[in-house]
């Protein structure tokens, strides 16, 4: 299968500080990447520089073969890599249904265009099912601010999807979340990519999430790559245990 | 927009209309600086109510636009023609100094613009060769339109009731496109706006761009409206002034402007009985309000109503149309 994502030889420092640190990976389609590593081992940072929120010192990043490292954040999003935030990142103000729309309006057309256009820019039908889809349906009108947490990830996480994009990249997902929502969200999730084929890359702490999601994981330590496989074999791999239960 | 909210609009469009024949010459001059700055106010509040972009610049660009017009009917350019180059003139400005706005944001960026506000200030004032310095510019001609004269006070009243009722529509039908929302997620989360496709550069500088298009274009109804402009009408002052009128009305409301602008002409008018008093009472009122009632007048109206509707708790912060940023 194709490779949706390439990294090559990514580094980025900080100061003295070397976050990531040469790292290369590439996710194929169709698959459910899980990264895990200990705090501070760099997961967040080689998310933003995929991202195109921060700029690598060295390295390439490619998707679908085309470079992307010096694009910004929503011509990226525009050629089709979507993604949630750690911290909860939706329009307190807007309604859920406003929030789903303003996900995927910018893919429609021209900003001109869109001025002359409808109000919903075509997608209120696309934002129905993504919300029945969800299980958001009572909460359409509710403005966004007044979901639960729980409720606000399902949110943030149906706005990834709206523009139909060909790589989502979550960011600890099950971050916060009680294990209730957690089994919903996950289901949701599996659900989606099942649908879709979708390609998916989650970075997570919470093991159990990622043992049962992904489809291979990837574990970063200070900033470079200690081990890749099969969930179950992570499990068991001295290194990785290494790395988490400390020296 | 809810039954009484269209009644609310109905009765105010009614007033509005026969209001002028009500008053006296001086009345009439009061709305139709109402109507004129509400205008102005319309443009500031797209640009800090809804994108959520501080501006202490739009007086600087109602000085523009006039000084435009002023200007250019004296060259004997028809005064359509000169209305649509303040507009566009200022649109292009607007733009340019948007681009601080990529960098700064908040009180950094309030800084920036009152600077450029000291800056158009300076221009008026020491370009004697262009304004006339501080003799400023007299006789602004009023405007005919096939056979009917603005020339009277009542007569250019319902020709600034009329542009009012014009880019208020304008603007309230550009708010409710997908740019409205674009606006609003400029406002509220510039970093999950960009993530989801949204190119903030581009609405940021739109955002300001359109903004002091308004302010131009009530910039060049005042010129005809006063009939003498001078640099100091478009200080800081007056800066200030369209701010107050954007907060007290309610940044991110719609109707905002018109209520804040209401205030800020009549509020000093009604307590001139305190004589010396009057613009210490005024100011008094205003930080009394902003005491009790940060998001407005129609912030207050709102939260009345919610309360009357629904007994049930809901978070003050959240409402319809947004609050101040």
């Not at chain 1, 960011?171 to 929502?181: I, R, S, W, Y």
């Not at chain 2, 209001?19 to 001059?29: D, H, M, Q, T």
């Not at chain 2, 510039?190 to 949204?198: E, F, M, Q, V």
């Amino acid at each position: 299968m194709s490779a949706v994502l390439e990294v090559s030889n990514l580094r980025k420092s900080f100061g003295g500080i070397t976050a990531v640190n040469d790292v290369s990976f590439e996710v194929r389609e169709g698959e459910i990447l899980g990264i895990i590593g200990p705090n501070g081992s760099g997961k967040s940072t080689l998310f933003n520089c995929v991202l195109g929120q921060l700029l690598p010192n060295a390295g390439e990043v490619r998707v679908d073969g085309k470079p992307t490292t010096r694009m910004r954040p929503c011509d990226l999003n525009r050629l089709g890599v979507s993604r949630t935030f750690q911290l909860l990142q939706v329009f307190p103000q807007l309604s859920v249904r406003d929030n789903l729309i303003l996900a995927g309006q910018e893919h429609r057309g021209s900003m001109l265009s869109r001025l002359f256009g409808k109000s919903d820019a075509g997608l209120g039908d696309a934002a129905e099912r993504m919300i029945s889809f969800f299980q958001l349906s009572h909460l359409a009108e509710e403005p966004a601010g007044a979901l639960s947490y729980g409720q606000q990830k399902l949110l943030d996480a149906a706005m990834a999807f709206m523009a139909g994009p060909r790589l989502v990249l979550l960011d600890e997902p099950a971050g916060g979340v009680n294990l209730t929502m957690l089994a919903h969200l996950r289901e949701r999730l599996r659900a989606y990519h099942a649908e879709h084929n979708a390609t998916f890359v989650v970075i997570e702490h919470q093991m159990e999430f990622v043992m049962a999601l992904c489809t291979r994981v990837l574990v970063l330590a200070e900033g470079r790559i200690i081990a890749v496989g099969a969930p179950q074999d992570i499990r068991r791999d001295p290194v990785v245990i290494e790395a988490y239960l400390g020296h | 927009m809810n039954r009484l909210g269209v009644i609310a609009l109905g009765a105010a469009a009614i007033v509005a209309i026969v209001a002028p024949f009500f008053l006296r010459r001086y009345g009439i001059y009061l709305i139709s600086m109402w109507a004129v700055l509400t205008i102005a106010a319309i443009g500031l509040n797209l640009t800090l109510g809804y994108a959520g972009q501080v501006s202490l610049a739009q007086g600087a660009f109602v000085g523009i636009g006039a000084y435009t017009v002023a200007l250019l009917t004296q060259a004997g350019w028809a005064y359509p023609a000169a209305f649509v180059c303040a507009g566009a003139l200022c649109f292009a400005i607007g733009w340019g100094l948007g681009y601080p706005a990529l960098r700064v944001q908040h009180h950094y960026l309030a800084f920036v613009t009152l600077a450029f506000t000291t800056l158009v200030f300076l221009v008026l004032r020491n370009e004697e060769w262009l304004t006339n310095g501080i003799y400023g510019i007299t006789g602004t001609e009023r405007p005919v339109f096939f056979g009917w004269s603005t020339g009277g006070a009542r007569d250019f009243y319902f020709f600034c009731l009329g542009m009012l009722a014009l880019l208020s529509a304008a603007t309230w039908w550009m708010l409710r496109s997908p740019w409205g929302r674009a606006f609003l997620a400029l406002r509220e989360n510039p970093i999950r706006a960009l993530s989801l496709g949204l190119d903030t550069r581009r609405y940021t500088l739109m955002a300001f761009a359109i903004g002091s298009s308004l302010g131009g274009m009530a910039g060049a109804l005042y010129a005809p409206l006063v009939q003498f402009i001078e640099p100091n009408s478009f200080g800081l002052g007056m800066s200030f002034n369209l701010l107050l009128m954007v907060i007290i009305g309610g940044s991110g409301y719609f109707f905002g402007p018109f209520v804040g602008a209401l205030v800020a002409v009549l509020l000093p008018e009604w307590t001139r009985f305190t004589e010396g008093y009057y613009l210490l009472v005024y100011a008094a009122l205003v930080m009394i309000m902003m005491a009790f009632c940060p998001s407005g007048l129609l912030g207050l109206i709102g939260r009345m109503s919610k309360a009357m509707t629904r007994r049930a708790p809901t978070p003050p912060e959240l409402h319809a149309e947004g609050t101040t940023p």
